[in-house]
């Protein structure tokens, strides 16, 4: 487990990653009226303790992070009238920790977070974290779960029926949902074009 600025060894959560929620997230608050002040630290800061996805620790990593960003934000004397609000919307980003977003500004960085999941870029770290983690691409016998569970520990593209069509639907606010609903064709296209090469 590393901070944010230690090489993680994780492309699926790099800087470029970061780089790319906080952009996402500066588009939907500024479209859903968020608050900035809160939105871009969290949104910089929302994985600011990395912790490996096969980690049982995995689902205390927002909370690990909202605690790291606290203490961060105290030291660069950041406003504290913000600092519980951007603690908040870092714990309720992450999907395996199941925190209900209470803020608007906390909806706005889940959904840059998960979007990030989704789409053509959704499915490169799928693959990228897939590789680090040794794992099929597919079972040969049910490659799309028609008659079977998906079960991403075993097989990549099960990922995209257990999680990722999953979290398409938790998108909380309207400009998250719209781009949300683009990036869920892209997956849908891909399976289709993956189903003509394999089967």
Not at 35 to 40: D, H, K, R, T
Not at 169 to 174: A, H
Request: charged share 30%.
């Amino acid at each position: 487990m590393s901070d944010v600025s230690a090489e993680a060894g994780d492309p699926a959560h790099d800087l470029l990653h970061i780089e790319r929620v906080v952009k996402t997230a500066r588009e939907l608050a500024e479209k859903e009226g968020a608050q900035l002040e809160v939105v871009i630290p969290a949104a910089w800061l929302h994985d600011f303790i990395v912790v490996p996805k096969n980690d049982p620790r995995r689902s205390q990593a927002s909370r690990l992070s909202a605690e790291g960003a606290l203490k961060y934000l105290r030291e660069i004397e950041y406003p504290e009238e913000f600092h519980a609000s951007i603690a908040h919307a870092i714990e309720a980003h992450s999907f395996s920790a199941n925190i209900e977003p209470r803020t608007l500004e906390a909806r706005v960085v889940q959904d840059a977070d998960r979007l990030d999941g989704l789409g053509a870029i959704g499915l490169a770290r799928l693959f990228v974290t897939a590789g680090l983690m040794r794992r099929p691409l597919y079972s040969n016998e049910d490659p799309f779960c028609e008659e079977r569970e998906p079960n991403d520990t075993h097989f990549t593209v099960d990922h995209v029926f257990r999680k990722l069509f999953v979290v398409a639907d938790t998108l909380k606010t309207e400009s998250g949902r719209t781009e949300g609903e683009r990036r869920r064709h892209i997956l849908e296209s891909y399976l289709k074009d993956l189903s003509q090469e394999i089967l």
